[in-house]
Each structure stands twice: as C-alpha cells, then as structure tokens.
C-alpha cells in the first residue's frame, strides 16, 4: 500500500512570492492533516479536514494561507504571499476512521 | 488543552544497548491517546506506538515499549537492543480520544545517536 504522498519535496522561494504543497493521502484515509514543523520544534497542526470539509482550521494563519481538499482525497495548502517566517516542513498525514495518523516525507520551504 | 514536554537533551546509546526516552503529558481530556514518531533526517515523520489513556497493559511493538504511568503523567519509549539505524528525532504526542481524528500535540523532540 503506497504511503502518503507530498511534493514537492523542497521548495526555495523569494519572500512575497505564493507557494502551493499538494498532498495525496493513503487510498481510502478520509482525514487530512496539514502539520507545520519549525526548525527544532515538533509538528503543530494547521488544518484538519473530513472528507472535504475544513473541521478544524483555528491554527491556519487565514490571511495569507488557504487550503482545499477537492472532492475529499488530493488536498493543496497555499502560501500567498511567503513571509521569512513560514520557512519550515510543512507535513501532511491521513487516517481513516479510529486510525493512528501516517504522514508523508513533507516540503521543506525556504523563503529568502 | 494539551501538552507534551521533553526535555531529555541529546541521548547517546551504544549499539544492542537499551535506552528509554522521556515524555511528560499534561491533558484535559478524560480519554486520550499517547504517539511516539521517529523521524530520521529525511523527515519524514514514523509512527512507532500508541497507547490508551484506559489501556491497562502498557503497549509493546517489536523492539519498542510504551512505559505509560497514568498517576505521573509520564508516558516514556523504551528501545530495547538499539541499531544504529535508530538514530533520529523522536517526537512524543498525545490526541483526544484515541487520537483518531483529532489533532496531535508533540513534545519538541529528542535526538537519539546510537554509538556502534
């Protein structure tokens, strides 16, 4: 069974300029997770969707970070526009149902 | 609200040695789950346990065991027999319920490095 599936894999940007991840979760995983991961710090969750519905977005900075989860698999996390400060991995993961949560290799973004 | 705390600085092992990992939680849930990922230096984020917060046997997967200790609040990974492949990030979390479809709160980490 394939895992969870992000790219791009690293990503250099000059600040100001937009960004998007795209995430494939694990076939069948009906939740989706977007993590952010600063330098020396543990995962902190931004946005968690059901199926296709944002439940839980309180953590999504909402000014210039936007995510969609289109006809509930494939999901896309937005940037726009990039702050020195959004530098980090950016992790996604699913589950299904009472499941332990996966996650994929991440996007390591630098804005410069 | 949750929190995890760990605040063990880099741990060093010696190869097929033993070595546990510590982690605190503070939780207002009455029914939760405790994690513990690995994550090597390529990122990527693997999940080794889980326990319960009303397991009552603590949770045990190959070389790995969850020394969970409800009334401490502690929830410490032990690594039995450590391989040099074992050296990496690990990151204890916990979630609501059983975690499922809740978000995990982590500890900020610690660095393991197994001497051959």
């Known amino acids: 069974e394939a895992g969870v599936v992000q790219s791009p894999r690293y990503k250099i940007i000059e600040k100001k300029q937009p960004v998007a991840f795209w995430c494939n979760p694990i076939s069948g995983h009906n939740t989706l997770y977007w993590y952010r991961q600063n330098l020396g710090q543990g995962p902190e969750l931004l946005i968690r969707y059901e199926n296709e519905e944002a439940v839980d977005d309180s953590q999504l900075p909402k000014d210039r970070f936007s995510a969609e989860r289109l006809k509930g698999v494939d999901s896309t996390l937005k940037i726009q526009p990039a702050e020195l400060g959004d530098s980090a991995v950016y992790l996604c993961a699913s589950t299904k149902g009472l499941g332990i949560q996966y996650f994929g290799p991440g996007t390591r973004l630098l804005v410069l | 609200a949750q929190k995890i705390t760990q605040t063990q600085p880099g741990m060093f092992v010696q190869e097929k040695e033993a070595v546990t990992l510590d982690c605190t939680y503070d939780?207002?849930?009455?029914?939760?789950?405790l994690f513990w990922y690995k994550q090597p230096s390529s990122g990527e984020m693997i999940f080794l346990i889980y326990?319960?917060?009303?397991?009552?046997q603590n949770a045990t997967e190959g070389r790995y065991s969850l020394n969970f200790q409800k009334a401490r609040k502690s929830a410490n990974l032990v690594i039995s027999a450590s391989q040099l492949g074992d050296s990496a990030m690990y990151f204890c979390?916990?979630?609501?319920?059983?975690?499922?479809?809740?978000?995990?709160?982590f500890g900020k980490g610690i660095t393991l490095s197994v001497r051959p």
């Open positions: 939780t207002s849930d009455p029914s939760y789950g």
């Open positions: 326990q319960g917060s009303y397991d009552q």
């Open positions: 979390a916990t979630g609501r319920n059983t975690g499922a479809n809740s978000k995990l709160t």
